[in-house]
């Protein structure tokens, strides 16, 4: 667990960028206004994606190449947990390929616990400019499990 404020944590979106693979997931979690969308537009900028990066909140997932890969900025907000829609989004069929995605709000999936990949939670503190941050990489074959 880190306190990191907001150019500290655009920064560690930039550092887990630089080690993206294909097939990575990045599973972001944290209330409202907690950064979020912060910590995705700086990852995505970082994949080499200029020019707007907009929060997919109406359409869900925006779908960038960058580096190569094919990138899905995916927002949940609008659903709840559970909810059917993610079925007919087509969620689990994107998390079933090669491309990178980063979820939003993706306490909202189930079993989040137990999918392969990187969970950034992000918490609200006393300071409005700080956020404690939890991240968990849990990435293909373990290579990478550890908590910070």
Not at 26 to 55: E, N, Q
Not at 61 to 72: F, I, K, P, R
Not at 109 to 121: E, F, Q
């Amino acid at each position: 667990m880190s306190l990191m404020d907001v150019r500290a944590l655009e920064s560690e979106a930039e550092r887990l960028a630089a080690s993206v693979r294909a097939g990575d997931r990045f599973y972001l979690t944290g209330d409202l206004g907690t950064g979020k969308s912060t910590f995705a537009r700086a990852f995505i900028r970082a994949m080499g994606v200029t020019g707007s990066i907009p929060s997919p909140s109406f359409v869900m997932d925006t779908v960038y190449s960058a580096g190569g890969l094919e990138v899905h900025h995916v927002d949940l907000y609008r659903l709840d947990a559970g909810s059917p829609a993610l079925i007919l989004l087509g969620l689990e069929e994107v998390l079933e390929t090669a491309d990178v995605v980063l979820v939003e709000w993706a306490d909202r999936l189930p079993d989040l616990d137990s999918r392969d990949g990187v969970t950034i939670a992000l918490e609200m503190t006393v300071d409005p400019e700080v956020r404690e941050v939890s991240i968990r990489d849990r990435r293909m074959a373990g290579d990478r499990d550890h908590v910070r």
